[in-house]
């Protein structure tokens, strides 16, 4: 079984930046893919990033492209979602996951773990 715990939400003024921290454990870390993804306010959940095993396979969801960044730090167990140039419509309650497989993947059913979220609020 995979626990995975968020950290590093909080409430930003628009243009500003966050980092994301999802601390993982009960489970090989290097071994799983790691996933953000993001659920807005009356929204359905949205692929944010993805990072394989090593990091040499990375993929971002149109929204966030050129200005988020998913990093991963296996001798931490411990996976990263650098938020730059955040906006309104960023404001979600993001939530890391993971699943046991090589391959990167963009829909929530993919992943079997879950973390509990963090909430990001931006304000104009």
């Known amino acids: 079984q995979v626990q995975l715990v968020e950290s590093g939400g909080g409430l930003v003024q628009a243009g500003g930046s966050l980092r994301l921290s999802c601390a993982a454990s009960g489970h090989t870390f290097s071994s799983l893919v790691m996933g953000w993804f993001r659920r807005a306010p009356g929204k359905e959940r949205e692929f944010v990033a993805a990072?394989?095993?090593?990091?040499?396979?990375?993929d971002y969801g149109d929204g966030v492209k050129g200005r988020f960044t998913i990093s991963r730090d296996n001798a931490k167990n411990t996976v990263y979602l650098q938020m730059n140039s955040l906006q309104p419509e960023d404001t979600a309650v993001y939530y890391c996951?993971?699943?046991?497989?090589?391959?990167?993947?963009?829909?929530?059913?993919?992943?079997?773990?879950w973390g509990q979220g963090t909430q990001v609020t931006v304000s104009s």
């Open positions: 996951a993971a699943r046991s497989s090589y391959k990167l993947a963009y829909n929530d059913y993919q992943y079997a773990y």
């Open positions: 990072i394989s095993w090593f990091g040499g396979n990375i």
